[in-house]
């Protein structure tokens, strides 16, 4: 399985940069996309997400999220997707 690391912002303004991403997988290929490294968001964010699971779906990849921050769940809950993308509906941290 390959992990693919993001890290800085993804805004509307670098999120198209990102659509590649898995084009360097073979059809077929388990692959973890690790979003920890993500320092800033927007709702690009979540259109690049459906973006990378429709290229899965159609190459059969197998993809799954690590690292989801919390402002990114939070869209994802918004936008009633967190069940539509492999490891977005875990439950979020809980601050004190």
């Known amino acids: 399985m390959r992990e693919?690391?993001?890290t800085g912002p993804l805004t509307m303004q670098t999120a198209a940069e990102q659509l590649s991403l898995l084009d360097?997988?073979?059809?077929g290929e388990?692959?973890?996309?690790n979003l920890?490294?993500?320092?800033?968001?927007?709702s690009s964010a979540v259109a690049l997400l459906l973006h990378w699971?429709?290229?899965a779906?159609?190459?059969q990849l197998a993809l799954q999220l690590t690292g989801i921050p919390d402002s990114l769940r939070q869209l994802?809950?918004?936008y009633a997707l967190s069940d539509?993308?492999?490891g977005a509906a875990a439950p979020m941290q809980e601050t004190n």
Do not use: E, K
């Open 24 to 27: 360097t997988l073979n059809d």
């Open 4 to 6: 693919l690391h993001i």
């Open 57 to 59: 779906s159609q190459r």
């Open 30 to 33: 388990a692959c973890t996309i």
């Open 84 to 86: 539509l993308l492999p």
């Open 76 to 78: 994802l809950r918004v």
């Open 36 to 42: 920890a490294g993500v320092s800033q968001l927007d």
């Open 53 to 55: 699971l429709r290229v």
